[in-house]
């Protein structure tokens, strides 16, 4: 299949169930892919975690249309952690009940996964970003207007039964009214966001090189300046705060490149 396909990938099932079915998830223009979890008779991504998220790499790397992980675990305090990380790398992410991890191939698990595969469908076609959505500026360093400041959390985290896809839609469309100007993207502070002219982004982790989804050009970066060209701070993707005297370069994920 092409590199237009998405990727999604079940990871974290019981080890047990997995070997028992031999079904596996399959919808007309996806590739999909199943990793068991560590544990033999518990849904469980403690084990593989590391493992998984080089998957993920890997398959970003396999593909300019997005990686998504549908992902069974049974543990609910490991969630978090879970989810963090994989916002950190903008990763589209769904967990599925934890009642589900240990009926790999099931009847109900089957209609799950269709439903969710069906739903991602449609998150990609209202949702995922181009080289105009405002989801591609760094959210760490970025201070949107209190009513809109959600955007990259709302955009993440809608699944079915929580959110509505043309409710996210319509605070996309809010950002860019409020945030949007001739130049570029300006913030709240008046810290304006232009498109940089493209350079070194080769032999970054194939994370770094999509966000949500969308496959980044080469050496895509936003160039950083006040307004009235004074002193300003921002914050980078580990939340550390830097000033700066004219000008940053910063990448989608909050990675700062150079300046003064």
């Not at 549908?70 to 963090?84: I, S, T």
């Not at 050009?217 to 300046?225: E, K, L, N, R, T």
Request: glycine letters at 10%; charged letters at 30%.
């Amino acid at each position: 299949m092409s590199r237009n396909a998405p990727i999604a990938i079940v990871a974290g099932v019981s080890a047990e169930s997995y070997r028992r079915s031999d079904w596996r998830p399959e919808r007309t223009g996806w590739r999909t892919r199943v990793i068991p979890g560590g544990d033999r008779r518990h849904g469980s991504l403690t084990m593989i975690w590391k493992r998984l998220l080089d998957f993920g790499d890997e398959c970003a790397d396999d593909t300019d249309a997005g990686v998504h992980f549908l992902l069974a675990h049974d543990r609910g305090d490991e969630r978090p952690r879970f989810r963090r990380e994989l916002r950190r790398r903008s990763f589209r992410a769904v967990w599925l009940d934890r009642r589900l991890s240990n009926q790999y191939g099931s009847g109900d698990f089957r209609v799950v996964i269709d439903a969710l595969l069906e739903f991602e469908d449609r998150w990609r076609q209202g949702l995922r970003p181009d080289l105009n959505s405002p989801l591609l500026l760094p959210a760490s360093a970025f201070q949107a207007d209190t009513n809109v400041r959600d955007t990259w959390t709302r955009v993440q985290d809608v699944v079915i039964g929580r959110d509505h896809i043309d409710a996210v839609r319509g605070l996309i469309r809010g950002f860019v009214r409020q945030h949007r100007n001739p130049s570029g993207w300006i913030d709240r502070r008046r810290l304006l966001f232009r498109r940089g002219a493209p350079h070194g982004m080769h032999g970054l982790p194939a994370w770094r090189r999509q966000k949500l989804g969308f496959r980044l050009p080469d050496g895509f970066h936003f160039d950083v300046a006040h307004e009235r060209q004074s002193t300003f701070h921002l914050s980078d993707q580990e939340g550390t705060r830097r000033k700066f005297d004219a000008y940053t370069n910063i990448d989608p994920h909050g990675f700062v490149r150079g300046g003064h």
